[in-house]
């Protein structure tokens, strides 16, 4: 598979809150790092993370690609992201960001290894 089709996958998995496609994109070893510097190491954290998340159905996000670059057995994204959700309290919101997913390819198959969110 090329690099562009995983990141694709990666992403809508993402976009359809499918958890088990989701975890098929990625590393036993990855890191992610949340916008608000949380640090979450290997793919079960993650995993409870977006456990979470996913089952949250008020936010949606939208990403537009800012740079991809692939170079023999890893790769890159960098992404703008618009991310909508609601505060407790029920009130909308708009964050943006810049979202950098890092892939390695293993056994043939790119997998994320880091995934690191920085606010705007």
């Excluded at 992610?32 to 996913?54: M, S, V, Y």
């Amino acid at each position: 598979m090329k690099f562009d089709e995983a990141l694709a996958l990666h992403l809508k998995a993402i976009d359809e809150r499918d958890l088990d496609g989701y975890l098929e994109t990625v590393h036993q070893d990855a890191t992610l790092i949340l916008p608000n510097g949380t640090l979450l190491t290997g793919k079960d954290e993650i995993a409870k993370f977006h456990r979470e998340w996913f089952a949250d159905q008020d936010w949606s996000m939208s990403s537009e690609t800012v740079r991809v670059s692939e170079t023999g057995d890893s790769a890159f994204a960098l992404l703008a992201v618009a991310y909508n959700d609601v505060d407790p309290e029920g009130a909308p919101y708009r964050k943006t960001y810049h979202l950098t997913l890092v892939f390695a390819r293993s056994d043939g198959r790119w997998l994320l290894v880091h995934d690191q969110n920085t606010f705007n």
